[in-house]
């Protein structure tokens, strides 16, 4: 279904984007929901992220601004729309990734008029980048959020990736660097997976 029927020119390009994002919902992640029903998607992955920046930036080493960091999260993911979902710790898919999702970017953003279009990849690429105070936080987020729901899933995607200590530990120092206070928990999660012999 088209919008021929707009005659906005600007508006038309704005529907058909929003149309086109609606692909987020039937990309599924690697992560289970915290009932282990079924995998997540990446919009409900983003929406989650949305809500821990408004509740966690309190735990931030640094005051953040919390507008900009959520618009971050809730956009980060766009571009798997067309570049998939790579399963953190998947070594080998992680060689591409990087190409794969710059040419998602140029495809998905380009939908748009070049003012929206540079705005939403800025925060994409900010995202990415992982220079400022707000994309580190959003990081720890992205990071943070998947631990917790390997923690009330029995390890379930560790136990499925064979991932080993040292691989979420790595992946997690991010949060280490950018907040002492969730870094506990990440600790309090591993320690626990260590000890029943998931993550050796």
């Excluded at 998947?90 to 990734?97: A, E, I, L, Q, R």
């Excluded at 991010?174 to 206070?181: A, D, E, N, T």
Aim: proline fraction near 2%.
């Amino acid at each position: 279904m088209d919008f021929e029927f707009v005659e906005n020119k600007r508006l038309k390009k704005q529907l058909e984007f929003l149309t086109e994002i609606d692909k987020m919902k039937n990309v599924f992640r690697r992560n289970a929901l915290v009932d282990a029903s079924r995998r997540e998607n990446d919009a409900e992955h983003s929406w989650h992220l949305a809500l821990y920046v408004m509740l966690l930036n309190e735990h931030c080493s640094e005051k953040i601004d919390v507008e900009h960091t959520v618009k971050m999260v809730v956009c980060h993911d766009l571009i798997e729309i067309y570049a998939g979902d790579t399963f953190a710790y998947d070594t080998d898919g992680y060689k591409d990734k990087k190409e794969r999702e710059a040419a998602s970017a140029d495809r998905l953003f380009s939908l748009l008029d070049p003012d929206q279009s540079l705005m939403l990849r800025s925060l994409w690429e900010e995202f990415e980048e992982k220079a400022t105070t707000e994309s580190k936080f959003a990081n720890a987020c992205d990071r943070l959020q998947p631990l917790l729901h390997n923690y009330l899933t029995d390890g379930l995607t560790w136990r499925e990736g064979n991932v080993k200590l040292q691989q979420v530990l790595d992946r997690m120092d991010i949060i280490r660097q950018i907040s002492p206070g969730l870094w506990h928990i990440v600790k309090g999660v591993v320690d626990a997976y260590v000890q029943n012999g998931v993550l050796k």
